[in-house]
């Protein structure tokens, strides 16, 4: 593993949204050099952290990704991704284009600049229905939506780069995000969240009427889908030791992100009424096409890899570092 940083000039990509800017945050307490690059179209800029460089920009525009890697960059860390599932079966056009062209875009300024290494924000999307829980990286790639397949495709590309000896790359297959950092240092929230602990927090503080939970009647102990909760600060703490781990002359590698440990929808929502002290208003919908009952992860490739291990693995705090944030 590297240990000696100061001098590594890392460009976070996306830097200024939910996921980047706790990888900044990370990144700046280890002692790299950051360089944020965004277009504070989900980002903002009250998540940019004092110490980092900001440079406003566009993925799809390729002089301002060549400038920026111009700037003595050596790693680049890759978040500038659309990820909302249902819109990307709505509109894959607008996927084709964020996620697969500006990141073909960001390889190619990279190769271009002599910029080796990038760890590239992937998704456990890429497996598609679990064939088996918890899943592993041997599972079948087979993506059921069109989100997952733009990361599959950015992997397979990153894979035939690294091959030619253009880079090396870490593909961190995320479970599903939540929390905030413990210490309240990044308050900037999600604009119009789809995933499930942020649309909680809205019924909570009445920015939203209710929650639906869609379906409870699944194969699972209380009827509603479970899935393995990760905790921001954690994937964090996964990018700093992924590139430490490339840039120590290390082969490329892709890897799940996860806790091991599901829980499901209704226990999601019953241990925030504990967290919160209040009822929160909800109802149950139809099920959405395309969710499969369980989704948790086996992540002991990143323990083993990268020595990586999650701190945040009780519910509740990991709901209370978010509900810090409003009271």
């Known amino acids: 593993m590297l240990t000696d940083v100061k001098n590594v000039r890392v460009l976070v990509v996306g830097g200024a949204g939910y996921i980047g800017s706790h990888v900044q945050k990370q990144l700046l307490e280890e002692g790299f050099q950051v360089v944020v690059f965004d277009n504070l179209s989900t ?39 659309k990820k909302a599932v249902g819109e990307s079966m709505e509109h894959p056009e607008i996927y084709a284009e964020n996620n697969i062209t500006g990141a073909l875009n960001i390889l190619n300024a990279m190769v271009a600049n002599g910029v080796k290494h990038i760890v590239f924000s992937s998704s456990a999307a890429v497996y598609g229905m679990p064939e088996y829980i918890p899943l592993n990286e041997k599972h079948q790639i087979k993506p059921i939506n069109y989100y997952g397949y733009t990361k599959i495709c950015i992997e397979q590309n990153m894979d035939w780069y690294a091959k030619l000896g253009k880079l090396n790359y870490a593909a961190l297959r995320y479970f599903n995000a939540v929390g905030y950092a413990a210490d309240k240092s990044i308050t900037g929230r999600e604009r119009n969240p789809q995933n499930l602990l942020p649309i909680i927090m809205e019924v909570a503080t009445g920015k939203r009427e209710k929650l639906s939970i869609f379906g409870n009647d699944y194969d699972t102990p209380d009827g509603t889908c479970v899935r393995d909760y990760i905790h921001v600060s ?15 002359d290390h082969q490329s590698f892709a890897v799940n992100l996860g806790t091991g440990n599901g829980t499901s929808v209704k226990e999601m929502v019953d241990a925030t009424e504990k967290v919160i002290g209040k009822k929160l208003n909800y109802d149950y919908a139809p099920r959405r096409a395309g ?24 519910v509740e705090e990991i709901i209370r570092t978010v509900w810090n944030l409003e009271i």
Request: charged residues 25%.
């Open 43 to 81: 980002g903002d800029k009250i998540n940019l952290l004092k110490g980092a460089a900001f440079i406003e920009g566009n993925i799809l525009d390729k002089q301002a990704l060549n400038d920026a890697m111009s700037q003595n960059i050596d790693a680049v860390v890759h978040l500038a991704a």
């Open 234 to 248: 954690d994937l964090a703490t996964a990018h700093t030791l992924a590139l430490r781990y490339l840039m120590t």
């Open 291 to 314: 969710d499969p009952a369980e989704l948790t992860a086996d992540a002991s490739l990143a323990r083993e890899i990268l020595g990586w291990k999650p701190r945040y693995t009780d």
